[in-house]
């Protein structure tokens, strides 16, 4: 009887603090994504939401997929929109190499909610998993920067994000 109440009180002394991490952690804005615009003009950035990153830089696995989203709002209809990330270093920002980038809509590993075509000031969610290979190198920090284009390959969405590559 007694060995029957200690596991009870073990199994509520484990799983206590991880429903209060469920339930109030989300609401009270403890992890935050470190990001700040980098010149958008066609669109409005509102969040972005790295996979468990709450403070700079964002720790990226390699070898692994990092989930990216963010929500934005266009300032006007787009019959579709690009979007590219690459990697700020000294002299130039080197392109992430992947054909999950390209078209915003229907990408591969690429969530959209609803699909294009974007309409004014309709807020949209884009959620990509950004695969990392094993062969980059490591430590390396950045800023990893995400580029919105419009069909005639005008940049009108710009975000950017430190990160670092760790193993
Ligand atoms: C709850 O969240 C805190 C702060 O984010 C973390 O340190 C702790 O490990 C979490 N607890 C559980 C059981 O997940
Ligand atoms: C986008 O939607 C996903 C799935 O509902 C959610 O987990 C994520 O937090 C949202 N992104 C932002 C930036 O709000
Ligand atoms: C892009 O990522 C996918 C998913 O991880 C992978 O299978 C594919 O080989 C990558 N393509 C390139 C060109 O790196
Ligand atoms: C948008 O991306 C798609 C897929 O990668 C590509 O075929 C198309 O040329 C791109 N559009 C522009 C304007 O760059």
């Not at 990697?87 to 390209?102: M, S, V, Y």
């Amino acid at each position: 009887m007694q060995s029957v109440w200690l596991l009870l009180v073990a199994a509520v002394a484990v799983t206590g603090p991880l429903v209060l991490n469920g339930s109030f952690a989300p609401g009270v804005g403890e992890c935050k994504t470190p990001w700040k615009d980098c010149g958008s003009t066609g669109l409005k950035i509102n969040n972005v939401i790295v996979q468990d990153c709450c403070s700079s830089p964002c720790k990226v696995k390699l070898g692994s997929d990092t989930k990216f989203s963010f929500t934005f709002t266009p300032n006007q209809d787009y019959t579709y929109l690009n979007q590219s990330v690459c990697g700020e270093l000294a002299t130039a920002c080197i392109k992430f190499p992947n054909e999950t980038f390209g078209y915003m809509c229907h990408c591969p590993g690429c969530t959209l909610e609803p699909p294009c075509p974007f309409k004014a000031n309709r807020m949209e969610n884009v959620t990509v998993e950004v695969p990392l290979s094993a062969s980059f190198p490591k430590d390396l920090e950045v800023f990893a920067q995400w580029r919105i284009t419009d069909p005639d390959n005008k940049r009108v969405g710009c975000f950017e994000v430190p990160v670092e590559t760790v193993d």
